[in-house]
């Protein structure tokens, strides 16, 4: 081992010597990845990553992700049947089958309350669908800007899972149950798996209100592990972004270069200290997130044109613009993972007991321009290709009516659709039955959508394990090839 | 994630793409480790690819732990040995090969694996394994055989090594150093020397008692200039109650301490006031209570000492477990830690099917539910409080309903196996004796709490609380009466005066003497409800009293007593439930007084149906009836795990005890058990040392690591076991080695570098950071701010902005979290066995932004700059750095401060000295941004 001081980390061979010198910060993979990145990798080390790894098609991700259970049947998966059979109940339509236990057994009871039961009253579809673009896919009415952009979507109509109550919201970001514990989110995952694009940037990016099951990513991969929390807000975008009480920007810009003297200065008696260089390091990161952050938040030099399409000049759907403008912004400068929850407050704005009309027209007229403007704005700038984006939420909703004007939680079919990012565009894949009950054709877990997220980022969620903690095979998941481009 | 030939302690994540050091914990990593240098050339597609195929996929039931169909794949030997089939590998002949038909059937039932291993192998691995058997099965020389479950060497007997006698004898300061001595001279490495006064004396306040050191410590220190000046430090903090508070948090980690938490008020996990448990903990450290003896507390204290509210605290460690939903959660979760934290077995992985590592079958995962399957959680009454919602002692106890255990099929919950009740007991390889399981019969006061003599006292002193304070009431009312009367008479006689009626302002007159009057009446009422509820707590518990009289002695007359009594009791209830009704009638009356004319109809309906009521409930009081309503000593905390929105139906307290868990917690806390003492002593290096002896703090079995140093290990547990259990000997033990006073460079060693990079021998200090609690604590220390209370109900989240109190009193919980903690990883309520030291960038902006740092800077630099003279630059810089960093700054160091205290200066408007005070906060700022602030040198 040399000795060395402490300067420059972020110069690549110094911090590469220095990672594998000390044996930490870095595994395989993410060395894998780092060097693919840097178009340094031996040859060798770039075989076996290869061997190992798909080969990668996207580079970020977009996570938009709809608290509360959006409804299948309102939105993405029309079902004409519910309005023939609307006020009848489930056991006097010809498809009375849907109940027999036997294709309940899925569901596993977490948090029992008086919500995410069977509601067997069938209740019409409170929007009407028409067939949109070319593909022909039909979308509700609630949603006439992603329905411009339907050209661009796999819309995957066979979703399932297995909490009925909204633990299915950790559920669709880790894979497991809750009754399971606790485990890392997808996002954890892609961050634990390859490396970073900026390196004044994190890598990882949460946005919007989580709710409390939810709050964390690393769990047993560690905190480092976990998003970094953002809120689209330049003068105070993350957690002690800035001074919590007056300290001039210059005052404290030399007080941190006199930190870093007095840290190299340290190695003369502590020389080749491994823990004193990621210390240099990160703070050299938290200053420059200090000023680049709160830079892409701010979107003075975008057009009023973009903004007007995000927008941001109404107030309806100005919040869910500003984070979608943001992620492109992010998506523009390398962060891998942009994950957004929509709609705070009790387990998710989405989960309409009651009122699923007026709720869901309200929430929908938030997110629709915003996602289409996302969709048009990544497509024009060519990003799209090599950006991911998911559209999801815990589960569905029920075909009965809860109470009046409400559905209650369904976990046995949902819909989610993803674009860009190498996958197919214009697609339906799998479906659910006459009801939109149960996914029948192609039923996917949700770690298949997982699955399919790693192989386009060129990662292989089975080599993605760590020692003393066995993932199963559901875990995983399994790619969706048909989906993939 | 690749791992290179030998085995790693540390789990290694990447952050952000700059340098992140996560020294994590979580790695535990199949100890593979045979040379692969080391062997004949023929052999490295075995060494490379079969071996590692085989030891994953095969031999956890064809090895050293089980010999299905008697064979054994741990070595060539053994495969061509095969079993009661036959060969399994025939060198050279594929055909013949046993293994290879299997592992390729088609049929699930004789496949190989079997089908609940997962999958079969691959096209490409059975290729592999056929190519080389066909090149003649070429095994590396003398490949080792897994060695005996038995002789695993944390399973076996704990006994007392000999200390060595290593050559550098004089740099040995206890036998700690004997053990380590002779693993450098192995190896041919040097220690580092002895680390600076300054930096063992922050040493050793961090790690003791969790704070640094004041500079008039330091002083005091320096100016001791006796030879044991050491020693006498350590006996003075290791006597410092701030050392359980330090302490403390170490096994809170370790045993999962959690605050309550759920949505909104409804608790779901853990339990309120369980704090009481965390105090327990510090003063049991404090009081250098055996360690055997907390763990028979914690596990039993409600049948060793089910009166001892002091000490049924300690069953905190169990009621934290308390899940409102679901008991398998609750119980899985109590297993896995019982296991991993005391025992460091991983029961956890036997759930769905036998240990793949270790010898604990599927069952012996439901033995050991077994021992807990009838506890159940209640809150107890404390003197002085009657109300559990504000204070109360969460302690467990046994329901005697005598629900049985079924091992779950494949560990799913919804597939028990019905046919065999599973009875508590241990895995074969530890009963090293007899599990003798006696039910414990309980004394009176423990199953009928309210006979504890301060219950009635709290209760009485509750009801006689509401009644001063409807006193008060009433008192308010009387005099706002008076004044409404007053302004009445003053304004009559103003009329009188004037001698010209004015008639309206009179009847505003009239009517707020009314309305007073009216609002009189109520505050009569209600304290006529706050009287009567008191006459009924009274007459209440002389029934109570009666009842027990004449439970301890039968006699007619005592009988005749207890009857009356109980009469007078449900009447005092009764006449309760009158003055409540009383109440309402007052208050519909206030209400229809105030109200518009349009409403008064219906307001005078709703009074003449209270005034029935009243009038029914009046006529009830002189019916007949003895069932009066016991005043509780304790609370069962209700259950919810029926799917249902209704809590369980009440779980009665039992007057005898299963006595499963004291038998459990005596086979745990048994100086025979192999575990006990060597995962606790592991838990107690790691955090004087830096790393553990074994890296897998929690899973000391087969698929754990090794000890680095073995013998260590077991002479420490025997010095534990030795010293009656106490912890403080061995802290004393480790902290005054000479092992842990060496420095933390490596300078000047380059070939102990070369010899040993990752220091498993420990050839020098391991750096650790501190953690979040000791960072955030330390920050208001050296500001003189911190408010040195102990004990008592954690800091709101609400409150904890402004809190001076210790980290370790904050509110904690799954949900609850310090946003400042966090980000120095805070421990993980649901498991956290060794804490992560993660460097990101957060750290930074929290240290270099928070409110907290800003202003302890302010603090500490006002401070000095009292005996210090403005404009004497070094005299600070110097005084700033031993205050905050503990050690005497370089020349270099000092100049670098120069200079940024004039570029600071130059900022400042107003001339050059004016900025003083400014600049020089600035510089302490920097200081405990400094890496060595959060650091432990």
Not at chain 1, 52 to 60: D, F, G, Q, V, Y
Not at chain 1, 84 to 97: C, F, Q, R
Not at chain 1, 163 to 187: E, I, K, V, W, Y
Request: aromatic fraction near 8%.
């Amino acid at each position: 081992m040399n000795q060395r001081h402490p300067r420059s980390f972020l110069e690549l061979p110094h911090r590469r010597e220095f990672l594998s010198d000390v044996g930490m910060g870095f595994t395989g993979l993410a060395i894998g990845a780092m060097l693919h990145r840097d178009s340094m990798a031996q040859e060798s080390s770039r075989q076996s990553l290869l061997e190992t790894h798909p080969i990668a098609k996207a580079k970020s991700v977009i996570w938009l992700f709809m608290n509360g259970g959006v409804s299948h049947m309102e939105t993405f998966d029309p079902k004409p049947f519910l309005n023939t059979y609307a006020g009848k109940t489930i056991s006097e339509t010809p498809y009375a089958d849907v109940q027999n236990p036997k294709k309940l057994a899925n569901e596993r009871v977490t948090v029992p309350d008086a919500n995410g039961n069977q509601r067997n009253t069938l209740y019409p579809m409170q929007v009407g669908f028409a067939k949109r673009g070319h593909s022909g896919i039909e979308v509700s009415n609630w949603f006439p800007n992603v329905a411009k952009h339907v050209d661009k979507l796999a819309v995957v109509r066979s979703m399932w899972t297995s909490d009925s109550n909204h633990g299915a919201q950790a559920q669709f970001h880790t894979g497991r149950n809750m009754l399971d514990g606790d485990f890392p989110t997808l996002g954890a995952w892609v961050h634990y798996g390859l490396g970073s694009l900026n390196d004044n940037l994190p890598q990882f990016i949460s946005i919007g209100t989580r709710e409390y099951w939810i709050r964390r990513d690393g769990h047993y991969l560690g905190p480092a592990h976990d998003a970094v929390p953002l809120r689209i807000d330049p003068n105070n975008p993350l957690d002690f972004a800035k001074p919590e009480r007056s300290f001039s920007g210059e005052a404290q810009s030399l007080g941190i270069d006199l930190v870093q003297q007095l840290n190299a200065l340290r190695s003369v008696e502590y020389p080749a200290d491994p823990i004193m260089a990621a210390r240099v390091a990160s703070y050299e990161l938290a200053f420059k997130m200090q000023k680049s952050i709160p830079q892409i938040l701010d979107f003075s030099d975008e057009t009023a044109e973009t903004k007007s399409l995000y927008g941001l000049d109404l107030p309806h759907c100005r919040d869910f613009g500003m984070q979608l403008l943001a992620s492109r912004r992010f998506v523009e400068r390398g962060v891998r993972f942009i994950q957004i929850q929509h709609g705070g407050g009790g387990a998710g704005a989405w989960d309409a007991h009651g009122g699923l009309k007026s709720n869901h027209e309200k929430l929908s007229l938030a997110v629709d321009q915003p996602i289409g403007a996302l969709l048009h704005d990544l497509d024009r700038r060519g990003l799209l290709d090599e950006t991911l984006v998911l559209f999801a939420s815990e589960f569905g909703r029920t075909p009965g009516s809860q109470g009046a004007d409400g559905r209650d939680h369904h976990p046995f079919g949902f819909t989610v659709w993803m674009a860009g990012g190498g996958l197919k565009r214009g697609v339906v894949h799998g479906s659910t039955d006459e009801l939109g009950f149960h996914a029948v054709e192609h039923r996917h877990y949700v770690t298949d959508i997982h699955a399919t997220i790693l192989k386009q980022l060129g990662l292989n969620s089975r080599k993605l394990e760590i020692p003393g903690r066995k993932r199963l095979a559901i875990d995983h998941g399994t790619p969706i090839d048909e989906i993939i481009a | 994630m690749v791992f290179h030939g030998h085995v790693r302690d540390r789990s290694h994540s990447f952050f952000i793409g700059c340098a992140i050091a996560s020294l994590a914990t979580a790695a535990l990593c199949a100890a593979f480790s045979v040379s692969v240098m080391a062997a004949e050339p023929n052999a490295k597609i075995y060494l490379e690819t079969i071996k590692p195929l085989f030891l994953k996929r095969c031999v956890s039931c064809h090895g050293g732990l089980k010999q299905e169909a008697g064979l054994r794949l741990d070595t060539v030997e053994l495969m061509t040995k095969g079993g009661e089939s036959g060969a399994a590998v025939v060198a050279g002949h594929v055909d013949k090969s046993l293994i290879v038909s299997r592992v390729s059937q088609s049929d699930p039932a004789l496949r190989m694996p079997p089908e609940h291993d997962g999958e079969s192998l691959s096209e490409q691995q059975i290729e592999s394994v056929k190519e080389w058997i066909h090149s003649g099965a070429p095994a590396p020389n003398n490949e080792k055989a897994e060695t005996d479950v038995n002789n695993h060497w944390a399973f076996k007997p704990l006994s007392r090594p000999e200390i060595p006698t290593p050559l550098r004898f004089e740099w040995i300061k206890n036998p700690i150093d004997a053990f380590i001595a002779r693993e450098h001279e192995a190896s041919g490495l040097v220690p580092q020397p002895i680390a600076s006064q300054p930096v063992l004396v922050r040493r050793l306040f961090l790690d003791l008692i969790g704070l640094p050191p004041s500079v008039d410590e330091l002083a005091a220190i320096h100016a001791d200039q006796t030879a044991d000046w050491y020693e006498h430090l350590v006996d003075r903090l290791l006597a410092d109650p701030r050392h359980g508070e330090r302490w403390a948090r170490h096994w809170m980690d370790v045993w999962r301490y959690s605050d309550w938490w759920g949505l909104g008020d409804q608790l779901r996990n853990s339990q309120k006031h369980i704090w009481h448990w965390r105090d327990w903990i510090v003063e049991s450290l404090n009081a250098d209570t055996p360690y055997d003896e907390m763990i028979r507390q914690m596990l039993a204290a409600d049948e060793l000492y089910p009166n001892d509210l002091s000490k049924l605290r300690a069953t905190g460690y169990l009621a934290r477990n308390w899940f409102l939903f679901n008991r398998n959660q609750w119980m899985d979760e109590t297993v896995e830690h019982v296991g991993k934290g005391f025992l460091g077995l991983t029961f956890n992985c036997a759930k769905c099917h036998d240990h793949k590592y270790d010898p604990i079958e599927q069952a012996d995962y439901y033995r050991m539910r077994a021992f807990f399957e009838p506890y159940q959680v209640r809150m107890d009454m404390l003197p002085g409080e009657a109300d559990l919602e504000h204070d109360g002692i969460p302690c467990v106890f046994d329901d005697g309903m005598n629900l049985p255990t079924y091992l779950f099929v494949r560990g799913d919950e919804a597939k028990p196996d019905t046919s065999r009740v599973i009875l508590p007991a241990v895995p074969q390889v530890l009963a090293f004796k007899e599990i003798s399981i006696t039910p414990v019969t309980l004394p009176l006061e423990s199953y009928e709490p309210q006979r504890r003599a301060w219950v009635m006292d709290a209760h009485l002193a509750h009801a006689q609380k509401k009644v001063a304070l409807t006193n008060e009431a009433l008192s308010k009312a009387h005099a706002a009466l008076l004044t409404a009367q007053n302004a009445r008479e003053h304004e009559r006689q103003l009329q009188a005066k004037q001698a010209s009626a004015v008639v309206a302002v009179d009847e505003a007159c009239e009517k707020m003497v009314a309305d007073a009057e009216a609002a009189l009446r109520v505050a009569e009422a209600m304290a006529a409800v706050a009287h009567a509820e008191r006459d009924s707590v009274e007459r209440r518990g002389n029934a109570s009293k009666a009842k027990t009289n004449c439970s301890e002695n039968t006699n007619d007359a005592l009988l005749e007593q207890f009857h009356a009594a109980a009469v007078d009791a449900v009447r005092g209830e009764r006449e309760v439930v009158v003055a409540q009704l009383k109440h309402k009638v007052s208050e519909i009356e206030l209400r229809l007084l105030r109200s518009t004319a349009d409403k008064k109809e219906s307001i005078e309906k709703e009074l003449s149906t209270a005034q029935e009521e009243v009038d029914k409930a009046v006529k009830q009081i002189e019916l007949s009836g003895e069932n009066f309503t016991i005043l509780p000593g304790a609370a069962w905390t209700p259950t919810r795990f029926k799917n249902s929105t209704a809590d369980d139906p009440p779980v009665l307290l039992s007057s005898t005890s299963s006595g499963r868990r004291t038998a459990l917690a005596h086979w745990i806390a048994d100086a025979r058990n192999p575990l006990t003492a060597r995962v606790a002593v592991n838990q107690i290096w790691m955090r004087h040392v830096g790393t553990p002896l074994v890296s897998s703090t929690f899973d000391f079995g087969r698929n754990g690591t090794p000890p680095t140093h073995p013998e260590l290990l077991d002479w420490l547990a025997s010095e534990l076991l030795e010293h009656g259990w106490s912890m403080k000997h061995v802290h004393r033990l480790i902290v005054t080695s000479a092992t842990y006073r060496m420095g933390s460079s490596m300078a000047g060693n380059e070939s102990n570098i070369a010899k040993d990079p990752d220091n498993r021998l420990l050839w020098y200090r391991t750096l650790q950071r501190l953690e979040s609690q000791v960072v955030r604590d330390s920050i208001l220390a050296l500001a003189d701010s911190l408010d040195s209370t102990m004990g008592g109900p954690p800091v709101s989240p609400g409150n904890q902005a402004d809190s001076r109190r210790r980290s370790l009193y904050f509110f904690h919980s799954n949900n609850d979290r310090n946003l400042f903690l966090t980000l120095f990883d805070e421990a993980a309520v649901k498991e956290c066995y060794r804490r992560d030291q993660s460097i990101v960038p957060q750290q930074a902006l929290a240290m270099s932004n928070s409110r907290l740092v800003l202003d302890s800077a302010d603090r500490i630099a006002e401070r000095l700059s009292k005996v210090i003279p403005a404009g004497d630059d070094r005299a600070f810089i110097r005084s700033a750095f031993i205050t905050v960093l503990a050690w005497d700054p370089q020349e270099a160091e000092i100049a670098a401060c120069m200079r940024t205290l004039e570029a600071w200066r130059g900022l400042s408007p107003s001339g050059v000295h004016a900025g003083d005070t400014e600049s020089r906060a600035h510089l302490v700022w920097a200081l405990l941004n400094h890496n060595d602030f959060v650091m432990l040198r």
